[in-house]
């Protein structure tokens, strides 16, 4: 599988497991959306999230733009894709507050909510993606400790 095969499928994960429970009413209707571009909003903290999974002084050092890298990677995506990927990242931002903000992929893995582990893992499977799908990343790993 590809990348985004990967992520597409965790995505699918998510929207299996809302189809199938409604656990919390409040929390399902934080994944309705209307469809279309990724929000200000949604960029800035899917920008936060990778900075927690990714230091952002090696994303800067390397010139590594995750958001950049989505939108590309939206562009080359189906329909259909693009709006679940977004749909994913808005609604784990309206319920990030739970979670810490932006620490929600490291502290969203041990919920007790199964949605939102799968949520976490697909949202941080995304930003690695953003980050690693980059040939500017082998500058990370180049040298023992990413530095070079």
Request: one cysteine or more; hydrophobic letters at 45%.
């Amino acid at each position: 599988m590809t990348g985004i095969e990967t992520v597409l499928t965790e995505i699918d994960a998510v929207g299996r497991d809302l189809d199938r429970r409604t656990f919390l009413k409040a929390v399902a209707a934080a994944f309705v959306m209307p469809s279309g571009p990724l929000a200000e909003d949604d960029e800035r903290f899917f920008r936060r999230v990778t900075a927690t999974l990714v230091p952002e002084a090696d994303l800067r050092r390397t010139g590594i733009d995750p958001v950049g890298n989505l939108r590309h990677l939206l562009q080359r995506t189906r329909a259909d894709h693009r709006r679940r990927i977004s749909t994913l990242i808005s609604a784990v931002r309206r319920v990030s507050f739970f979670y810490g903000g932006e620490q929600v992929v490291l502290r969203g893995r041990t919920s007790r909510f199964v949605l939102m582990q799968k949520a976490s893992r697909a949202l941080a499977s995304l930003c690695l993606l953003c980050v690693w799908g980059d040939p500017r990343s082998f500058a990370l790993v180049d040298l023992p400790g990413g530095r070079t």
